[in-house]
């Protein structure tokens, strides 16, 4: 733990002594403070033990009752295996409709050609019967009947020329089962009591605006790719999706980059994005253009639209693949689900308005595990939450009118929600980061903006707003051109 007592300063009490140096955190003590950095340590530790008292606790209690432990997850499950039985059951009826289809053509194809064959038959038979009857015949005549015979077996050969073929085209959707963990903030990386440094550390851009690599231009939205630690980053002004390594000084285009426009290959003020793991693409909210394009990260496939002429803002995706979209014109959220045309409105909808089944300029949405669907709602200076399936949503955040108050908002942006279900809400207005707890009407500044501006402290025009895997805070600075990283703070 310690090293050999040495004459310095001490870094709690700044006073010159014999200190020690801590082997963990380098950092020198004296006697007296040294003491006391230890029961802190002992503390941490103590939280960390409690946190794995909880955990075991919780996985005790699946592992012993793994029906009834989780009324979330036994409910999830049922739903999906409703899903299935659905599937099965429309798979059945379309293989079953399509086969009677195809037998009702066999038999008009055969019904139709049968009795005209018979008839022509029938007078072909009577012809030569009355020849040979007659027996006045000649060459003649022997070339006609041979070449009735010969049309009768050209028209049985058409008649009976079918085929039962496949086609390549999908006649069911074949179903899988999709196992992958959810972006849900575990239960050691984020408490109620967690804090994060004041401090930011820019992790993308910061080197002013631009479109060089180590540049942005008013980010917005924001991912990040907790395999690797890698930040997907929409930058919106200079039209192209970049991702920027853990560490790295510079990023690389992945998505447009082309220029302004509407080729497939362009991007125009892209504002939001999503990693699509089970088709290995970015889902980009390409707003300028007025879609929504899927460009798979593999640089062999080509990129297409998936939705078109709508207003979007930003996007979602839930644990099914639904996709989800919010309209900033029509001020509604749309949901999407695997070849879908149109999308069915799940909040909003009603026109512009502050009730409760309206929304006034949706920018950010999230949507949870049981398929609750939050949205940042900007003009209306609140957060919404939307059940599944709900006509109304309810407010969980602000909607006490625009305000730098604990219980306000100011044209809030970007939003998450950890596995406690607490909303972090990037307040715009305010340059600042808020927490509101489960059920509070009351919320908690944990990244405060210390006036506009560009330093460490500071922020001018919030975007986006998550977390990694290991809960450290990540905000998109709009019009710093940069993306700040606030590291958890274990002291």
Not at 355 to 366: K, R, V
Request: aromatic share 6%.
């Amino acid at each position: 733990m310690a090293s050999k007592s040495e004459r310095t300063r001490c870094i709690t009490c700044d006073k010159e002594k014999r200190a020690v140096r801590c082997e963990g955190c380098y950092q020198l003590f004296c006697y007296e403070h040294f003491t006391d950095h230890r029961q802190a340590l002992s503390r941490q530790l103590d939280q960390i033990e409690a946190s794995r008292d909880l955990f075991r606790q919780k996985f005790n209690e699946q592992a012993s009752h793994p029906q009834t432990s989780s009324s979330s997850s036994h409910s999830q499950v049922h739903l999906l295996m409703r899903q299935v039985d659905q599937w099965e059951e429309e798979s059945i009826k379309t293989i079953q409709q399509t086969a009677s289809e195809c037998r009702q053509l066999l038999i008009q194809n055969t019904s139709r050609s049968a009795p005209q064959t018979e008839t022509n038959l029938a007078k072909l038979t009577e012809e030569i019967r009355q020849t040979r009857k007659e027996n006045d015949f000649n060459e003649i005549d022997l070339k006609k009947f041979d070449e009735q015979l010969k049309q009768l077996s050209i028209d049985i050969d058409k008649s009976s020329h079918m085929t039962v073929q496949q086609s390549s085209t999908t006649l069911i959707k074949k179903l899988s089962v999709v196992i992958s963990a959810r972006k849900l903030l575990s239960t050691t990386s984020i408490s109620n009591n967690t804090k994060w440094k004041q401090y930011a550390v820019t992790v993308a851009g910061g080197n002013g605006e631009g479109n060089q690599l180590n540049q942005l231009s008013r980010p917005y939205g924001i991912y990040i790719d907790d395999e690797d630690q890698s930040i997907y980053i929409a930058d919106q002004w200079s039209h192209r999706i970049v991702k920027w390594k853990s560490g790295a000084s510079h990023g690389q285009v992945v998505a447009g980059g082309n220029g302004e426009g509407n080729r497939l290959d362009q991007l125009n003020h892209p504002t939001d994005l999503i990693v699509d793991k089970n088709s290995d693409s970015l889902i980009i909210c390409d707003w300028g253009n007025r879609r929504v394009v899927r460009w798979p990260r593999r640089s062999e496939a080509d990129q297409h639209i998936v939705i078109s002429n709508i207003d979007c803002f930003r996007i979602a995706i839930d644990s099914t693949g639904d996709l989800y979209v919010a309209d900033w014109k029509k001020n509604e959220v749309r949901r999407w689900k695997e070849g879908d045309s149109v999308g069915i409105v799940v909040a909003g909808g009603n026109g512009k308005g502050n009730n409760a089944n309206q929304l006034n300029g949706p920018t950010s949405i999230y949507v949870d595990e049981e398929h609750s669907l939050y949205v940042s709602d900007h003009h209306n200076n609140r957060i919404m939450k939307w059940m599944k399936g709900a006509k109304e949503g309810i407010s969980v955040a602000g909607a006490y009118g625009q305000g730098n108050s604990l219980t306000q908002l100011s044209y809030p942006q970007g939003i998450t929600v950890d596995h406690l279900h607490n909303i972090y809400v990037a307040d715009s207005g305010n340059d600042r980061i808020m927490r509101w707890s489960k059920g509070s009407r009351t919320g908690s500044v944990i990244v405060r903006g210390h006036g506009q501006g560009e330093k460490p402290n500071q922020f001018n025009c919030l975007g986006s707003v998550t977390f990694d895997r290991k809960g450290n805070l990540y905000v998109v600075d709009s019009w710093n051109h940069r993306v700040q990283k606030f590291d958890v703070d274990s002291n």
